[in-house]
C-alpha cells in the first residue's frame, strides 16, 4: 500500500486542525505526517529547492513518486479520505491557475484568522507514530 506524507506549517492553527481532522479520517492509515519546520520538513524543502522559511503551502508527498502543493494537494489528500471527502475532486476539472490564488489568499490570512502557537505541535501518544521528525 502506497504511504503519502503530508508536510504543513507547525504553528498554523488551522494548518494543526485540518491534521488533526484528516487523522480522524485516515481509516485506511495512509498518511504520514511532518511540520515544515521539523528536521524531515526542512530537508524535504531544501532538496527540491523549495523555500524554508515561506510556509504557504500543504505539501502532500506520494513516496518517490512526486509531491502536491497548494490546492492540488488538498483536493488530492481529499480523494484519499474517501467518501463524501473524494466528491472535492471534481474541483480538479479547473486549472491550478485558478484554484491557487483562492488556496493562497486563505494561506496569507491564517495567522490572523485562525491564529498561530509559539511552538509546533505536539502530537498525542496515540498519534506519535504517525509523524515523522
Known sequence: MK???ILFDGVCNLCNSTIQFIIKR???NLFKFSSLQSEFGQ?????????TKDFNSIILYETGIAYYTKSTAVIKIAQKLG???NLLSVF????A???NPIYSYLARNRY???GK???CMVPTPENMKKFIQ
Open 3 to 5: 504511504k503519502y506524507i
Open 97 to 99: 491557475l485558478i484554484r
Open 117 to 119: 502557537k509559539e511552538s
Open 112 to 114: 490572523s484568522w485562525f
Open 43 to 51: 530537508n524535504f524543502l531544501k532538496d527540491r529547492n523549495l523555500s
Open 26 to 28: 485516515d481509516k485506511k
Open 92 to 95: 480538479l476539472i479547473l486549472p
Open 83 to 85: 467518501f463524501p471527502y
